[in-house]
T-cell receptor, first 112, second 116 residues
Framework: DAGVTQSPTHLIKTRGQQVTLRCSPK?????VSWYQQALGQGPQFIFQYYEEEERQRGNFPDRFSGHQFPNYSSELNVNALLLGDSALYLCASSFGPNEKLFFGSGTQLSVL | AQTVTQSQPEMSVQEAETVTLSCTYD???????LFWYKQPPSRQMILVIR??????QNATENRFSVNFQKAAKSFSLKISDSQLGDAAMYFC?????????????FGKGTTLSVSS
């Protein structure tokens, strides 16, 4: 049984570019949450998708957007990248919005 | 706003010994959940233990146990019989039972090293 898978594992972009990160939830899960983890910090909640809708959003600008597909997989898009967007982006899935979270291994984004 | 504070950036323990990681939180809610997550070098966050605020009994999971002091807003993790595989970053996290979602609020983490 595959767990939460994220792609790519590493990514290098330059300031001003746009990036798309992908997440496939654990089998049977229908809810996906995204977190940003800066170096030396704890993860910060970006948003959660359930039934293809954004259900909850953290304190992140509109440059951060997402999508959930009918097969429950999800994308995180970040526009107009800033140096401060460099971080580990973690995806977590669950069966329902309030159930136990299972995390992926993340995408390490570096913005130069 | 709710906050989670981990005041120990780094801790160390020898194999087979016991170590306690500290966590305090601030909230005006009466019902909530608290968690300890482990993040090894693989970067995947792994749930170690969970505590419901309405339960007075401290949660335990094998060698891992918590000391939950609701009035003091304290939630420490005790690891008994430490093993080399316990070396990782440990995060304390908080969540309200919000029907809208499962947003976790994390502390900054404690790096635990285990020596043989």
């Amino acid at each position: 049984d595959a767990g939460v898978t994220q792609s790519p594992t590493h990514l290098i972009k330059t300031r001003g570019q746009q990036v798309t990160l992908r997440c496939s939830p654990k089998s049977g899960h229908d809810t996906v949450s995204w977190y940003q983890q800066a170096l030396g910090q704890g993860p910060q909640f970006i948003f959660q998708y359930y039934e293809e809708e954004e259900r909850q959003r953290g304190n992140f600008p509109d440059r951060f957007s997402g999508h959930q597909f009918p097969n429950y997989s999800s994308e995180l898009n970040v526009n107009a990248l800033l140096l401060g967007d460099s971080a580990l982006y973690l995806c977590a899935s669950s069966f329902g919005p309030n159930e136990k979270l299972f995390f992926g291994s993340g995408t390490q984004l570096s913005v130069l | 706003a709710q906050t989670v504070t981990q005041s120990q950036p780094e801790m160390s323990v020898q194999e087979a010994e016991t170590v306690t990681l500290s966590c305090t939180y601030d909230t005006s809610e009466s019902d909530y959940y608290l968690f300890w997550y482990k993040q090894p070098p693989s970067r995947q966050m792994i749930l170690v233990i969970r505590q419901e605020a309405y339960k007075q009994q401290n949660a335990t999971e094998n060698r891992f146990s918590v000391n939950f002091q609701k009035a003091a807003k304290s939630f420490s993790l005790k690891i008994s019989d430490s093993q080399l595989g316990d070396a990782a970053m440990y995060f304390c996290a908080y969540r309200t039972p919000n029907q809208a979602g499962t947003a976790l609020i994390f502390g900054k983490g404690t790096t635990l090293s285990v020596s043989s």
